[in-house]
Every structure is written in C-alpha cells, then in structure tokens.
C-alpha cells in the first residue's frame, strides 16, 4: 500500500501535468514567433546594409525565404518552421534601403496543437 505523503505527490503531479504541457506548447510557440520576427529584423537591417530591397516571402506553410533583389529576387536565406508549426502570410514584407516597408502584412504563425 502507498503512503499517504506518496499519493499527494501522484495526485498533485496528475493535476498540475496538464498546464506544465500548456506551458511548454506556449513557450515552443513563443520560440517560433520570436525567430520569425528575429528575421523580418535581419531582412530590414540587410536591405539597409546592401542597399537594395530584401523581402520575407512565404514558400510554403513551413518554409520562408529572405530575398533580395538583384534584377531579380535572389535567395539570401532560407528558413524551416519546426515540425508541426506552419505560416501563413496575406502578402510578402518588403523592406527598402532606407528600411522602410511595404506592403503592410500580417504574419500567422500556427501550433500544431
């Protein structure tokens, strides 16, 4: 038979494990959000540095790309979503030499929860 100070940790460990698990999934969320954003800053600060627009354009629901434009839009970097987690896009950002940016868009990042 299991001793009473035994069964309190079995049962405050069941009912604190699912908000430890809704905890996680929020971070892992917060983590991904963070490195998209993280790139839309790196494609702002690279069309500065070069001189040139540079864009975030979505490839697929799991992949983007920053791009710049040479004559033609070029792949400067590629990115993968983690396994579960998609993107979605209403347009592409791009940023100008002086680090403005158009067209305004929103970024949708979605948790595979």
Same mark, same amino acid.
Do not use: C, K
């Given at each position: 038979?299991?001793?009473?100070? *035994?069964?309190?940790? $079995? ?8 908000? !430890?698990?809704? =905890?996680?999934?929020? /971070? ?6 963070? =490195? ?11 069309? $500065?540095?070069?001189n040139a627009d540079v864009r975030v354009y979505i490839i697929?629901? &799991?992949? /983007?790309?920053?791009?710049? @434009?040479? *004559?033609?839009? &070029? &792949? ?7 396994? *579960?987690?998609?993107? =979605?896009? @209403?347009?592409?950002?791009? !940023?100008? /030499? ?6 305004? %868009?929103? !970024? &949708? $990042? %979605? @948790?595979?929860?």
């Amino acid at each position: 038979m299991a001793s009473p100070i *035994g069964m309190i940790i $079995i049962v405050v460990a069941a009912v604190s494990l699912p908000s !430890f698990l809704e =905890a996680r999934d929020n /971070y892992r969320l917060t983590a991904v959000s963070s =490195a998209v954003s993280l790139n839309l800053s790196s494609a702002r600060i690279l069309a $500065i540095t070069r001189n040139a627009d540079v864009r975030v354009y979505i490839i697929s629901s &799991t992949n /983007y790309e920053l791009q710049e @434009d040479t *004559g033609s839009w &070029t &792949t400067e970097e590629s990115h993968d979503l983690p396994t *579960g987690y998609t993107i =979605a896009a @209403d347009s592409y950002a791009e !940023f100008h /030499y002086r680090g403005n940016a158009t067209p305004v %868009t929103t !970024f &949708t $990042i %979605t @948790d595979p929860n």
